[in-house]
């Protein structure tokens, strides 16, 4: 599988925003579902938010409010919406394309992660 392709990352002064674009080379990209995790320096990658191939949205608490994930199925790209950004946003974030979901959360796809995109904040 082609991995997806991430970009919009940057460095940004807290409070501030960027929005980050995940771009999946997939021709059935419509009928998959999508994920972006991120990876804090020092820490396990976790989860951020998750669109489900017909619209549907989850995230992570801490992030709830101030994120906002979409998607242009003709573009084949997933976005990231990331507002009032706090040093504690600081990580790699990547994307993650055709997963499934179990338990009530999303489960990854673990041959589609892009290389990720970094995101800094600084206080």
């Known amino acids: 599988q082609v991995p997806p392709v991430e970009s919009g990352g940057g460095l940004v002064q807290a409070g501030g925003s960027l929005r980050l674009s995940c771009k999946a080379s997939r021709v059935d990209f419509s009928r998959l579902n999508m994920a972006w995790y991120r990876q804090p320096p020092g820490k396990q990658r976790e989860f951020v938010a998750t669109?489900?191939?017909?619209?549907?949205?989850k995230y992570a608490a801490s992030i709830e409010g101030r994120f906002t994930i979409s998607r242009d199925n003709a573009q084949h790209t997933v976005y990231l919406q990331m507002n009032s950004l706090k040093p504690e946003d600081t990580a790699v974030y990547s994307c993650?394309?055709?997963?499934?979901?179990?338990?009530?959360?999303?489960?990854?796809?673990?041959?589609?992660w892009g290389q990720g995109t970094q995101v800094t904040v600084s206080s």
């Open positions: 669109i489900s191939h017909y619209g549907g949205t």
């Open positions: 993650n394309s055709g997963g499934a979901y179990g338990s009530g959360r999303y489960l990854p796809n673990l041959r589609s």
